[in-house]
C-alpha cells in the first residue's frame, strides 16, 4: 500500500512569517493529494487539495505544491496568523485498484503560530 | 444540513464489554471509513467500506469489526474492548473515486478501563 511521510512533527512560527510542511508517498498511481487541519477538540477539515495533473494550487495565504517525478508534496502558509496554530495532515489517495478512493495519511504537524 | 454523525461522542466502559459506535451519513456517499487518532501517530484507518455490504480491513483492524447493511450507516463494533483500544475514533465519508473530499465525523472518545 501507500505510505506516507510528514515533516516536521512540530512547527513554531512568529505571527507573519511563512510556514511549510512537507510530505513525500510512495506509491505512483497516487493521483490525489489533499491537505487537512485538526483545531483542537474538532475534526479534520479540507483546507486544500491537489490533483496529479497540476504542479501548484493556490488559495488566499495557503498554497500546495506538487513533485510527481520526486513524489512529495508541500503545504506553504504565508503571513500565518494566532488562528492557524492547529495540527495539519497531508494524505494520498491512489487512482486504481482495489484501494481507490482509500486515503491515506501522514502522521501529522502541529504548528503553533506566536503572537 | 449536509453531515457525518456519530454517537456517543463520549464513552468510558471496562474490559471486555461489547459495545458498539454509530456512524451516520446524510450525502449519500459511497465510501465511508473508521479512524483512529492516537497521539504521535495521526490517523490510522480502521475499516472501510466502499458501497453496501463491501467492507475491507485498514491499518489496524485487530479488535474490530465492521458492517454496511444500509448505505448510509457504517458501525464500528468492539466485541470485547481492552484498554489499548482507548483513542479517538473518526468516522468519514465520502463519494466514491479517488479524488473526493471525506468528511469528518464529531469523533467518538473512548476509553477503556
Known amino acids: 500500500g501507500e505510505n506516507v511521510e510528514q515533516h516536521p512533527s512540530t512547527l513554531s512560527v512568529q505571527e507573519g512569517d511563512s510556514a511549510v510542511i512537507k510530505c513525500t508517498y510512495s506509491d505512483s498511481a497516487s493521483n490525489y493529494f489533499p491537505w487537512y487541519k485538526q483545531e483542537l477538540g474538532k475534526r479534520p477539515q479540507l483546507i486544500i487539495d491537489i490533483r496529479s495533473n497540476v504542479g501548484e494550487k493556490k488559495d488566499q495565504r495557503i498554497a500546495v505544491t506538487l513533485n510527481k517525478t520526486a513524489k512529495h508534496f508541500s503545504l506553504h502558509i504565508t503571513e500565518t496568523q494566532p488562528e492557524d496554530s492547529a495540527v495539519y495532515f497531508c494524505?494520498?489517495?491512489?487512482?486504481?485498484?482495489?484501494?481507490?478512493?482509500?486515503?491515506?495519511f501522514g502522521r501529522g504537524t502541529q504548528l503553533t503560530v506566536w503572537p | 444540513e449536509a453531515q457525518v454523525t456519530q454517537n456517543p461522542r463520549y464513552l468510558i466502559t471496562v474490559t471486555g464489554k461489547k459495545l458498539t459506535v454509530t456512524c451516520s451519513q446524510n450525502?449519500?456517499?459511497?465510501?465511508m471509513s473508521w479512524y483512529r487518532q492516537d497521539p504521535g501517530l495521526g490517523l490510522r484507518q480502521i475499516y472501510y467500506?466502499?458501497?453496501?455490504?463491501?467492507?475491507d480491513k485498514g491499518d489496524v483492524p485487530e479488535g474490530y469489526k465492521v458492517s454496511r447493511k444500509e448505505k448510509r450507516n457504517f458501525p464500528l463494533i468492539l466485541e470485547s474492548p481492552s484498554p489499548n483500544q482507548t483513542s479517538l475514533y473518526f468516522c468519514a465519508s465520502s463519494f466514491a473515486g479517488s479524488r473526493n473530499e471525506q468528511y469528518f465525523g464529531p469523533g467518538t472518545r473512548l476509553t477503556v478501563t
Open positions: 494524505a494520498a489517495s491512489i487512482g486504481r485498484g482495489s484501494t481507490l478512493g482509500r486515503l491515506y
Open positions: 467500506s466502499m458501497n453496501v455490504e463491501v467492507t
Open positions: 450525502m449519500n456517499h459511497e465510501y
